[in-house]
T-cell receptor
Framework: DVKVTQSSRYLVKRTGEKVFLECVQD?????MFWYRQDPGLGLRLIYF???????EKGDIPEGYSVSREKKERFSLILESASTNQTSMYLC????????????FGDGTRLSIL | GQNIDQPTEMTATEGAIVQINCTYQ??????LFWYQQHAGEAPTFLSY????GLEEKGRFSSFLSRSKGYSYLLLKELQMKDSASYLC???????????FGKGTTLSVSS
């Protein structure tokens, strides 16, 4: 079974802090994704990566950056956290074949105070 | 542009059949996924359609009409554990990412 592991289930940070969310997958998937999920807005794509050191902006990249130094790991960085970034963050991975599903981690519920 | 429309909430009783509709408008079409998400959990893959017609998988089936920009998820013999959100997600034009609808929350009662 594909395993996508997010480093924290719950996280509380303060406004202005630099926040790192980590995601690791164990199935040698080329593609990795970061989403945020908010009530009434659904899942929105922040960034994705289709190879090591490659990244593409999703629908809402503002205030975020990402890092993919190794194939199995995809990090989401909040450069200077703000309260409107309080949300559920979900990481996913997939093969390069668009016909194959994405596999999701359990999510990180991030609160910015 | 891209727009996905699905009902916000639906209710049904155990043993019944329910159909969750999804209409989509995307710049191109490369396939469509359905995911299930229980409260507080990760979305899990249910089905994938790229050609017109019905794909059946046990109690769950998914239908696609590309010409109409329409898909539905059919759940038969409903069980309490089917209470969850159901997410419709077409693939974007570039074939690189999914565009998720806001999801339909299904409540199954006894």
């Amino acid at each position: 079974d594909v395993k996508v592991t997010q480093s924290s289930r719950y996280l509380v940070k303060r406004t202005g802090e630099k926040v790192f969310l980590e995601c690791v997958q164990d199935m040698d998937h080329e593609n990795m994704f970061w989403y945020r999920q908010d009530p009434g807005l659904g899942l929105r794509l922040i960034y994705f990566s289709y190879d090591v050191k490659m990244k593409e902006k999703g629908d809402i990249p503002e205030g975020y950056s990402v890092s993919r130094e190794k194939k199995e790991r995809f990090s989401l960085i909040l450069e200077s956290a703000s309260t409107n970034q309080t949300s559920m963050y979900l990481c996913a991975s997939s093969t390069r074949d668009s016909n194959q599903p994405q596999h999701f981690g359990d999510g990180t519920r991030l609160s910015i105070l | 542009g891209q727009n996905i429309d699905q009902p916000t909430e639906m209710t049904a009783t155990e043993g019944a059949i329910v159909q969750i509709n999804c209409t989509y408008q995307t710049s191109g079409f490369n396939g469509l996924f359905w995911y299930q998400q229980h409260a507080g959990e990760a979305p899990t893959f249910l089905s994938y359609n790229v050609l017109d017609g019905l794909e059946e998988k046990g109690r769950f089936s998914s239908f696609l009409s590309r010409s109409k920009g329409y898909s539905y998820l059919l759940l038969k013999e409903l069980q309490m554990k089917d209470s969850a959100s159901y997410l419709c997600a077409p693939i974007n034009q570039a074939g690189t990412a999914l565009i998720f609808g806001k999801g339909t929350t299904l409540s199954v009662s006894s």
